[in-house]
């Protein structure tokens, strides 16, 4: 089993969210796809708090319709 260091794992969270301040016009919503789920729903919350954004973290195998 591998697991991210703590301290990765907040580095690749803190790039995400620079990353996602620079989008000129916020998404409809977050999908949140890659890490262990609980990482992943925190990630979300925090997306949520400092962004006000909707995130989700969509269930293995889970298919999601997407319309323009």
Same mark, same amino acid.
């Given at each position: 089993?591998? *697991? &991210?260091?703590?301290?990765?794992?907040?580095?690749? $969270?803190?790039?995400?969210?620079? +990353? =996602? !301040?620079?989008?000129? *016009?916020?998404? !409809?919503? &977050?999908? =949140? &796809?890659? $890490?262990?789920?609980?990482? #992943? #729903? #925190?990630? %979300?919350? *925090?997306? $949520? #708090?400092?962004? %006000? +954004? *909707?995130?989700? &973290?969509?269930?293995? %195998?889970?298919?999601?319709? =997407?319309?323009?």
């Amino acid at each position: 089993e591998s *697991r &991210v260091p703590i301290p990765v794992a907040t580095q690749y $969270g803190e790039a995400l969210l620079d +990353w =996602l !301040r620079k989008l000129r *016009r916020p998404p !409809r919503e &977050v999908f =949140l &796809v890659h $890490g262990e789920p609980d990482s #992943a #729903a #925190a990630l %979300g919350t *925090r997306i $949520g #708090a400092e962004l %006000g +954004w *909707r995130c989700r &973290v969509p269930a293995h %195998g889970e298919s999601v319709e =997407l319309s323009s």
